[in-house]
């Protein structure tokens, strides 16, 4: 019979938690644009100032008429802990607070999901049929406050 030690054992099973975290964040981070239109995406930026106006008004799109707040709660932290496990087929939807990938995702990457869906999720096209593009990058300023650290200098001069 063999015996491990409890640390071993205990160390095994953090560096598989760790693996498995790693592999959630890569496919989290992972880019939904298909890689020929990747750069060109890239380079979009939202063309709207982020004021406070029109960020209540993406806040109130989020809510009601693209009714984001679904899937990705009023919090944006998307619904992992009010979900069932295996009650989803795919991906559990974004987390927006999560600063890495606030990072990892462009505003033309943003954009382009809201208007082609994401293949793999259940993210659904929503431009044209729901929202007008003024109205996705409303959204999308609103989807960006999400992320800002608010112990940063620059995000406090921020509305």
């Known amino acids: 019979m063999l015996f491990f030690h409890p640390l071993f054992v ?9 693996t498995q975290a790693h592999a959630a964040d890569s496919e989290i981070l992972r880019p939904r644009v ?9 380079s979009i930026a939202n063309p709207l100032p982020a004021t406070a106006e029109l960020i209540a008004r993406g806040k ?3 809510e009601g008429k693209a009714f984001c707040r679904a899937c990705h709660g009023q919090d944006g932290k998307g619904l992992s802990g009010d979900i069932e496990p295996g009650s989803l087929k795919g991906p559990l939807p974004r987390n927006f607070t999560d600063q890495e990938w606030q990072k990892a995702r462009t505003d033309g990457e943003l954009f382009w999901i809201l208007q082609n869906g994401s293949k793999g999720t259940a993210m659904a096209t929503f431009i ?3 929202l007008t593009e003024e109205e996705a990058w409303q ?10 650290n608010l112990d940063s200098p620059t995000s406090k001069n921020q509305p």
């Open 128 to 130: 044209p049929s729901i």
């Open 34 to 42: 298909p890689a020929d239109q990747l750069q060109a995406v890239r």
């Open 60 to 62: 109130t799109l989020f």
């Open 10 to 18: 205990m160390s095994v099973m953090l560096s598989l938690c760790i």
């Open 139 to 148: 959204v999308l300023l609103y989807v960006r406050s999400f992320g800002r």
